[in-house]
């Protein structure tokens, strides 16, 4: 059974740090490349951070690039993001995804085949 779990959401205030965390099981995590997603009321789903199967790779989206730092721990399954310095336009849900689509600058949802249920993140002003 494959599961996707994130973990670490929950409110802060301006220029605060949080560190979510997405459990993975069920499917062979280091096959694929992984992404976080967020999702703001109103807003499209962005893709702002993504890795490759191994970290060799890195995408942020120039929202986050400086701010946020993702990695992943192939052998206990799980994808992580620090988050620093937040703003409240960071508030939205946060959603794991396995198996994004990553190039040289995007990284996108079309290919993903496992999403978590999201996580909410609230930056206080």
């Known amino acids: 059974q494959v599961q996707v779990v994130e973990s670490g959401g929950g409110l802060v205030q301006a220029g605060g740090s949080l560190r979510l965390s997405c459990t993975a099981s069920g499917f062979i995590f280091e096959d694929y490349n992984m992404g976080w997603f967020r999702q703001a009321p109103g807003k499209e789903r962005e893709g702002f951070s993504c890795?490759?199967?191994?970290?060799?790779?890195?995408y942020y989206a120039n929202s986050v690039k400086g701010r946020f730092t993702i990695s992943r721990d192939n052998a206990k399954k799980v994808l992580y993001l620090q988050m620093n310095s937040l703003k409240p336009e960071d508030t939205a849900t946060y959603y794991c995804?396995?198996?994004?689509?990553?190039?040289?600058?995007?990284?996108?949802?079309?290919?993903?085949?496992?999403w978590g249920q999201g996580t909410q993140v609230t930056v206080s002003s």
């Open positions: 890795i490759s199967n191994h970290a060799k790779r890195t």
């Open positions: 995804a396995a198996k994004v689509s990553l190039g040289y600058d995007y990284c996108s949802a079309a290919s993903v085949n496992y």
